[in-house]
């Protein structure tokens, strides 16, 4: 039996979610983490841009959290 990925479960107006892709980055808890998750996401969207903004805002938003030592919310 084959498990599915998250990523292949996950809907498709979810990827345009900012909120769904920093819970995601939350799991990363230092800078190098956040990269490499970051810059696996943008190899697999790189054709939807909708889906790029959304990454960059989260990824700016955890950067901003992993810097002052807190969740920031909205």
Known sequence: MVSKKQEDITEPQDLE?????????RMAKTQQTLTLMVERAID???QK?????AIYLAECQRERELETGML???
């Open 72 to 74: 920031l919310n909205r």
């Open 44 to 46: 697999q969207y790189h």
């Open 17 to 25: 979610s900012k909120d769904m892709w920093l819970r995601r980055f």
């Open 49 to 53: 841009p909708s889906v790029l903004g």
